[in-house]
T-cell receptor, first 113, second 112 residues
Framework: GENVEQHPSTLSVQEGDSAVIKCTYS??????FPWYKQELGKRPQLIID?????GEKKDQRIAVTLNKTAKHFSLHITETQPEDSAVYFC????????????FGRGTSLIVHP | IAGITQAPTSQILAAGRRMTLRCTQD?????MYWYRQDLGLGLRLIHY???????GKGEVPDGYSVSRANTDDFPLTLASAVPSQTSVYFC???????????FGPGTRLTVL
C-alpha cells in the first residue's frame, strides 16, 4: 500500500518568514495530493490540492509543488502570519484500486509574532 | 445545510461497554471514512465506504465495525471498548474517493 512520509514534525518560524513542509510517497500511481490545515481543537480542512497533471499550484500565500519523478510534494507558505499556526497534513490517493487516501503524520507549524 | 455532523461531541465510557459513534452527511457524497487521531500519529483510517452498501478496512480496523445502509449515514461501533481506543474520532466524506474530504467536528472518546 501507499506510504506517506512528512517532514518536519515541528516547524517554528518568525512572522513574515516562509515555511516549507515536505512529503514523500511510495506509490507511483498516486495522482491526487491534498493538504489539510487543522487548527487547535478544530477539524481538518482542505487548503490546497494538486493533481499529477500539473507541477505547481498557487493560491495567494500558499503554493504546492509536485515532483512525480522523485515522488515528493511540498507546501510553501510565504509571509507567514500568527493565524497560520496549526497542524498541516499532506495526503496521497489515486483513482483506481482501493482509493484509500493515506495521510502523513502532520507538521505542527508555529508562527511567532 | 449542516454538511457533516457527528454525535456525541464527547463521551466517557467504561471499558467493556458497547458504543456507537454517529456520522451523518447531507451532501450526497458517495465516499465516507472514519479516522482516529492520536497525538504524534496523525490521522489513521479505521474503516471506509466508497458507496452505500460497501465497506472496507483501513489501517487500524481491529475492535471497530461499520455499516453503510444508505448514502447519508456511516455509524462506527466499538463492540467492547478498551482504554487504547481513547482518541478523537473524525468522520469524513467526499463526493468521490479521490477528491477533497470534508471532516466532521469530531468525537472525543475516553475509555476508562
Amino acid at each position: 500500500g501507499e506510504n506517506v512520509e512528512q517532514h518536519p514534525s515541528t516547524l517554528s518560524v518568525q512572522e513574515g518568514d516562509s515555511a516549507v513542509i515536505k512529503c514523500t510517497y511510495s506509490d507511483s500511481a498516486s495522482n491526487y495530493f491534498p493538504w489539510y490545515k487543522q487548527e487547535l481543537g478544530k477539524r481538518p480542512q482542505l487548503i490546497i490540492d494538486i493533481r499529477s497533471n500539473v507541477g505547481e499550484k498557487k493560491d495567494q500565500r500558499i503554493a504546492v509543488t509536485l515532483n512525480k519523478t522523485a515522488k515528493h510534494f511540498s507546501l510553501h507558505i510565504t509571509e507567514t502570519q500568527p493565524e497560520d499556526s496549526a497542524v498541516y497534513f499532506c495526503a496521497a490517493s489515486r483513482t483506481g484500486g482501493s482509493y484509500i487516501p493515506t495521510f502523513g503524520r502532520g507538521t505542527s507549524l508555529i508562527v511567532h509574532p | 445545510i449542516a454538511g457533516i455532523t457527528q454525535a456525541p461531541t464527547s463521551q466517557i465510557l467504561a471499558a467493556g461497554r458497547r458504543m456507537t459513534l454517529r456520522c451523518t452527511q447531507d451532501m450526497r457524497h458517495n465516499a465516507m471514512y472514519w479516522y482516529r487521531q492520536d497525538l504524534g500519529l496523525g490521522l489513521r483510517l479505521i474503516h471506509y465506504s466508497n458507496t452505500a452498501g460497501t465497506t472496507g478496512k483501513g489501517e487500524v480496523p481491529d475492535g471497530y465495525s461499520v455499516s453503510r445502509a444508505n448514502t447519508d449515514d456511516f455509524p462506527l461501533t466499538l463492540a467492547s471498548a478498551v482504554p487504547s481506543q481513547t482518541s478523537v474520532y473524525f468522520c469524513a466524506s467526499s463526493d468521490f474517493p479521490y477528491n477533497e474530504q470534508f471532516f466532521g467536528p469530531g468525537t472525543r472518546l475516553t475509555v476508562l
